[in-house]
């Protein structure tokens, strides 16, 4: 929730400073505001606060313990400091603690948009220290063999915003939480595979999963090349949502997508043809020269100009014979964004019509 | 009688408050376990999705997910581990038998529960079923609130229970005075919360009284999980009425007409006794529409739990009666605010409930003079372990410990001493040494460090190894963690690694700090009061006993790398 300036009518102090807030803001959201990175793991913004990791605790003056900033409201005249040596050394015990019970903490960036929130609180607060050394916990489910998402709880921290996420932003439901304490272990109902749930594999968990627990699998098949993750922001080309994305790539190689978490009409979320259907774009089997149809029913591969010869006889002779309505254009989903613009003007500014449609309309 | 269809048991329970665990114990009794077909049903009748019903339905003890033979449970809680409870469970594994967490019987070990059955005993021989014990007499002649009347016969029974006085508070209080009289009374008897935090009961009624929204709950928190607490048992099990009697006016002083009693899974008699006083109060006019024919209707709606120590706390509590995966809420707000469905709920434990009734029958001045030293009214403490005279006392509040574990209880076998006492069942840590001379009231206890809480104390003798009595402790709040905060889930567990020997450093001051680093960050940050009081056991087995730590550490060096 971001208040408007003018609905900021209270006051508190916030790290020895004065600031203003408005009536439902939490002290993370204010801190937030200011520019106070207060660390969190659980915590996603789209999501409701839950309170869980603990690591947002800030001191509130006549408080007992310190409070969670995450789903604790502001209150007029509240003294909040965010870092004090106490509270930051709870913070890292906490840390300690986590990288306790995980198997690694640096993982592949590719795994996922959050991948390496836990990695960088680590190093944040040096908490790669070996203490507190014991069982691990989550177990990796490599039995469920979708193409799409990596089961990987060997990383698993339940934080379970992989759960929240389904269930208050894609309102899926697929996944919950099993047992209880120590054994706790994301599930889907009796333990099943994804695909025999209600997952639609937006893959919305595997984004805002902040250890790498969840991954993308076609990205991580990108893992072994060489050269940096370069993104590249744009729209996805399926449907008229029009979700922002951003393109991975490694060298010239296309290597994954990551949806926008600041994109106007998704706000992070994608659908499975969004997220995880680039593949046509560098396949084998996609055609790179023209193919023209012989009498006998096969393809003959030719050349460029007699290609567009062909094409221009073959829309002459429609408009002499039958009229400008006889033409009707549907551009490509999986063709750029360019080429749906080309597409309508010429059978615009060509053919006097406006027959012309997308097939991401479909 | 044919057996109920799955369309049928959904149907009986679809449109009742608080539908799920009473649907799923349905199913449970007729298949002997949860199948993916009941689990489907209920899914669909109760509009809650399958992988969020099939996760929560794991989180519970009690629910078992395969067809299993009839199942015997044995309690292996912290007090019947001192009387052969575990030897009990190996005896009997090979009827299937599985262990559980305290069982609140542990005034009389070993309990084993088959089906809807409890046994007593410590050998295979010995077990039957058997009530559950009615408390002694005040050993030290001290005027009872709670117990008063609780030895008389048929006190269980609504004819035995008006014998004395029984439903004359409700009955004066709806003809004679206003809501806000009632809370008035309670609030000037001091009458706290006796389910652990003692949050004064007074203002509690009046934040749900003033609280806008309707309709408003009364829940009688009957989960008595804590480890070596029994108290809220024997009131139940022996005058029922008066629980019942205490929630109406609960639900008159604050304008509620919906009551919920959330009864641990592990007392399946008490749950029969409630089942039938309920029936009672409902033929005799006293609870219902139209209560002793005045214009306040009250319901109320008796519901099991499944075996979840957690879900005695009240968020957890909440969400359990809804349906809903059972995790403690974020707090604020609360329950006075938004309880039951998000509506103002009053959570009240047992024992304050039924203190209300004695309260207004014989005024908040009474109530207050019943305590010692300037503290008000009494507590029931259930006493447990390695003493004398096991069982549930009614003491003045201020009353020296020592005075109850020697003169009213017998004290230690002979032969033996008592090395240390747990304070708030489990919750509270140890006390020992010099930190036993305390007298019965919080800010006694809470002065060495610890807390009386629901009033659970366990005696351990000095043939007790404390290490073991620590992890013993520890391991039932790493089993009990709801997992849904870092801190306790995660410390919990470290904790009971420590504790058990085998993990963390070799070097006693690097492993003293682990074991102080991972509980402070448990009491600053954790999310509820089960991982912010679990490490009163290791930080108290730090101060008390830090030659057996010394030990425990040394012996480190002899395992295996
Ligand atoms: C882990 C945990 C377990 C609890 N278990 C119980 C319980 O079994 N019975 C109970 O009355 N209160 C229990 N409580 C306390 C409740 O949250 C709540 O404070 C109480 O029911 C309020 O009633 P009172 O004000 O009458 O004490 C528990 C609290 C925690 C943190
Ligand atoms: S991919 Fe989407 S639908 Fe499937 S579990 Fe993840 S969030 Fe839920
Ligand atoms: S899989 Fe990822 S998002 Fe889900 S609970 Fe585990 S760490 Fe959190
Ligand atoms: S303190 Fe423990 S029991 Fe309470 S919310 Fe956290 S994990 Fe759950
Ligand atoms: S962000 Fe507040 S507890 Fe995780």
Redesign the pocket.
């Known amino acids: 929730m971001s208040a408007t300036a003018t609905e900021r009518q209270q006051t508190m102090t916030l790290d020895g400073q004065e600031v203003t807030f408005a009536q439902g803001e939490t002290l993370y959201e204010v801190a937030r505001r200011h520019q106070i990175q207060v660390p969190t793991l659980c915590y996603d913004p789209r999501l409701e606060a839950f309170g869980g990791c603990r690591l947002c605790v800030v001191e509130v003056r006549g408080a007992k313990t310190p409070v969670a900033s995450c789903t604790t409201r502001a209150a007029q005249g509240m003294v909040v400091s965010t870092a004090t040596p106490a509270v930051e050394k709870l913070r890292q015990t906490l840390l300690e603690m986590v990288v306790s019970e995980n198997r690694e903490v640096a993982v592949n960036p590719l795994r996922g948009f959050a991948s390496q929130e836990l990695t960088t609180l680590v190093h944040r607060y040096g908490a790669q220290t070996g203490r507190f050394q014991g069982k691990h916990s989550g177990k990796s489910n490599s039995a469920d063999l979708n193409p799409f998402i990596l089961r990987d709880y060997d990383l698993c921290i339940s934080c379970y915003r992989c759960v929240r996420v389904c269930a208050e932003q894609e309102g899926d439901y697929a996944i919950s939480v099993m047992h209880r304490g120590f054994r706790t272990q994301i599930t889907t109902e009796f333990n099943g595979n994804l695909k025999d749930s209600s997952c639609t594999f937006c893959g919305q968990c595997v984004q805002t999963c902040p250890t790498g627990a969840l991954a993308d699998k076609k990205a991580l098949r990108g893992a072994d090349l060489p050269g940096e993750i370069q993104k590249t922001r744009t729209i996805c080309p399926y449907c008229g949502v029009g979700c922002s994305v951003d393109i991975m790539t490694k060298g010239d190689r296309m290597v994954g997508i990551q949806p926008a978490m600041d994109g106007p009409a998704n706000q992070g979320a994608l659908c499975v043809k969004g997220q995880f259907a680039f593949d046509f774009v560098q396949h084998d089997d996609r055609l790179k020269t023209p193919l023209l149809r012989q009498p006998d029913g096969s393809f003959k591969e030719i050349g460029w100009d007699e290609a567009l010869d062909f094409a221009a006889d073959g829309f002459r002779n429609a408009l002499e014979k039958h009229g400008r309505r006889s033409v009707y254009g549907i551009a490509s989903g999986r063709a750029p964004h360019e080429a749906a613009y080309s597409m309508q003007k010429f059978i615009r500014a060509g053919f006097g019509t406006h027959y012309v449609d997308n097939c991401s309309r479909a | 009688m044919p057996k109920p269809t799955n369309q049928e048991i959904v149907a009986r329970w679809r449109d009742q408050p608080a539908p799920l665990l009473a649907v799923l114990h349905a199913f449970h009794e007729r298949d002997g376990f949860l199948s993916s077909d009941a689990l489907d049903g209920v899914s669909k009748g109760l509009k809650i999705p399958i992988a969020e019903l099939y996760g929560t339905v794991t989180f519970y003890h009690h629910f078992s997910l395969q067809p299993s033979g009839p199942t015997l449970r044995v309690c292996t809680g912290n007090v019947c581990r001192l009387r052969g409870g575990l030897e009990l469970l190996e005896a009997l594994s090979p009827k299937g038998a599985k262990s559980m967490p305290c069982a609140g019987r542990c005034d009389e070990p070993v309990p084993v529960l088959s089906g809807s059955e409890s046994l007593v005993g410590t050998s295979i021989d010995t077990l039957r079923a058997k009530p559950s014990p009615l408390p002694a007499p005040n050993p030290g002649g001290y005027a009872e609130c709670i117990f008063a009347h609780i030895r008389e016969p048929d006190r269980s029974t609504l004819a035995g229970y008006r014998r004395t006085g029984g439903y004359e508070a409700l009955s004066k209080a709806l003809r004679e005075m206003t809501p806000a009289q009632v809370v008035g009374i309670i609030t000037e008897s001091k009458l ?8 004064p ?1 007074g203002a ?1 009624w009046k934040a749900v009284a003033d609280a806008p929204g309707h309709p408003k709950s009364i829940v009688c ?6 480890p070596g ?1 029994f108290k ?1 048992r024997a009131i139940m099990d022996h005058d029922p009425h008066t629980v019942l009697e205490g929630m109406v006016l609960a639900g008159y002083a604050t304008g509620a007409e919906r009551g919920f009693i959330y009864l ?1 899974y592990e007392y399946p008699e008490t749950f029969r006794t409630l089942e039938r006083a309920i029936i009672e109060a409902q033929a005799g006019g006293l609870l219902g529409r139209g209560i002793l024919d005045g214009g306040f209707n009250f319901e109320i709606h008796l519901r099991r739990g499944a075996g979840a ?2 879900c ?6 909440l969400n359990s009666l809804e349906g809903k995966h059972p995790f ?1 809420r974020n707090k604020p707000p609360f329950p006075v605010t938004h309880g039951f469905e998000n509506l103002p709920t009053a ?7 039924a203190s209300v009734p004695h309260i207004l029958r014989q005024g908040a001045t009474w109530y207050r003079g019943l305590g010692r030293n300037g503290h008000a009214g009494t507590k029931l403490i259930s006493l447990s372990g390695d003493i004398r005279r096991p069982g549930n006392y009614e003491v003045p509040i201020g009353l020296p410990l020592k005075t109850l574990l020697f003169d009213w209880a017998g004290g230690p076998y002979s032969g033996r001493t008592i090395q240390a006492v747990t304070m708030a069942g489990l ?1 509270g840590g140890f006390l020992a040494g010099d930190a036993m001379e305390v007298t019965l009231d919080e800010p006694s206890i809470r002065g060495k460090g610890s807390f009386l809480g ?1 009033g659970g104390i366990i005696v351990f003798d000095d043939s007790r190894d404390m290490v073991r009595a620590a992890h013993d402790a520890m391991e039932f709040f790493a089993d ?1 963690s709801c997992g849904k905060c870092f801190p306790c889930r995660i410390g919990t567990q470290r904790l009971t690694e420590r504790l058990a020997g085998g993990a963390g450093p070799r070097d006693l001051s690097a492993w003293t700090e682990e074991v102080r680093d991972i509980g402070a960050a448990m009491r600053a940050t954790s999310a ?3 991982g ?2 679990a490490p009163f056991v290791s930080d108290s087995l730090l101060q008390f006993f830090p030659e057996a730590v010394r030990f425990h550490v040394a012996a480190r060096h002899t395992e295996k790398p």
Request: hydrophobic share 30%; glycine share 18%; with cysteine.
């Open positions: 706290a919360g006796r389910g652990g935090a003692g949050f009961t509690k928190n009957a989960d008595e999980g804590e607490c809220d641990r120590y957690i005695g706390e009240e968020g957890s509590l403690p959570v009240n434990n047992v024992e304050t409930l919750s629901a009990e509820c009061g089960l912010m009081a």
